[in-house]
């Protein structure tokens, strides 16, 4: 278990501490016994220790002097160690030990956060050094809707990781290598024989570049040779076709930095040129230990429980997915020293993780318990649909430029402001900043709020609805306590330290113990890599200050303006914490 200041802002684990203690006593012959603690929104408490009836199913028969669960229950419940943390325990129905928090130590807890900062509140886990495999677009090609979810799924993972004190190691791997760029390179010696005078402005559209490359490809068998021989010299290294790949890349990442930019999103690439050299030495060492065997010309790794084998060799001799991606595993754990390796895709490529997996765990890389470290996980997601409920595409059904989309929701964003009249309110500068701030927050929220292997409907008027579990109406509620406590007049950073937080009322209450269960909230979205959990805490955060506490406790002129003042702070701190893990820019006013 962890150490006391470990857990300062986790209240499940520092429960299950004082039960494992309550355990050990009861049952000291079952030491694999861990306590299973969970929050409840029930009358009876506010967290429950579920262990009675799992406790029972192990010693009933072994001589023991309990009757059944609720015996069971009980003695846990007699033996937990006296805390300031616990108000009351009862138990009930099957032996579930309830827990109801003490008043005066959930206010003790938000006060010591408003002093030492909510990094005090960061989970701790057991993991040091993480790589988030995410966005990953291939060059020449737009980023499309499906990268735009890996880029924004990736970047909350890789953010609350961060938060939680691992080091992430943020990668984009680009498709930057292969058979194209033959094709690619010849049609840019046609246009271009100075490769020289290549520029974004000259090529225009990428996309249709690629596209003319292809037809020209599938066209014309003489290009097509020219092409084939093309990658050849790439891949051998000439100086000519490398320089002109090299521009190609550079026109590509231009493009995608324009996306990355306005979500603020920052990866370091490392394409699948970079782990190129790597290869060969990577299949040595597989076929060193007998894993790789000859079929029908190419070299696979035949894999149990899977009816085709994994490829890791063409028939033609070239490297594929498999191969890079065998080996850029190998790099991460061997190089980059990673103990958990995530990869942000969309679903359809579950079974090709499925098989490299396999085969690292079969090389002898990986742990075949999965509970072990190094770890390896797919973070599979959904489609993104039109409002047709087919895979969403512009009128013309090309795939929708993410640079277009986004700055359409900026637009409309600004629409909206335009439409409550803040430009007689407003500079320039803070309507351009707050339409971004809210356009593009609407974007990822509207993704980040479903679970990630559901499919999800693309609807801007949704998004931007300030009503409703949307970033809009997160923004202004933040907005609103910002208002409050603008408006009170007084100096919050002073109230901070002279001031006393008191959960007398009922909402008080109830929205001081929803901050504190901030901390498990952002553990379960790392443990779980699921960004909708931390969504949910965040809009139902903003659903108890609202209806609970704010319509029932009047805050400005009454005699507790001082404590509200401070619950008011502190749930702003909680929601930008929040903002910031899902990547969104808070605003301060509306």
Partial sequence: MATEEENLGNVKRQLAKLFEVSLRTIVPDEPEVDPVVVACAGKFGDYQCNNAMGLWSKIKGKGTDFKGPPSVGQAIMKNLPKSEIIESCSVAGPGFVNVVLSKKWIAKSIQKMLIDGIEKWAPQLQIKRAVVDFSSPNIAKEMHVGHLRSTIIGDTLARTLEFSNVEVLRRNHVGDWGTQFGMLIEFLFEKFPNVEEVSETAIGDLQAFYKASKQRFDDDPAFKERAQQAVVRLQGGEPKYRNAWLKICEISRKEFHMVYERLGVHLEERGESFYNPYIPG??????????????????VIVLEGFNIPLIVVKSDGGYNYASTDLTALWYRLNEEKADWIIYVTDVGQQQHFDMFFKAAKRAGWLPTDDALKPKVTHVGFGLVLGEDGKRFRTRSSEVVRLVDLLDEAKDRSKTALLERGKAEEWTEKELDQTAEAVGYSAVKYADLKNNRLTNYTFDFDQMLNDKGNTAVYLLYAHARICSIIRKSGRNIEELKKTGEIVLDHTGERELGLHLLQFSENVEETCTNLLPNVLCEYLYNLSEVFTKKFYSNCQVVGSPEETSRLLLCEATAIVMRKCFNLLGIEPVYKI
């Fill in 282 to 299: 990577v299949l040595k060492e597989l076929g060193d230990l007998g894993l790789i065997e000859e079929s029908q010309g190419a070299r």
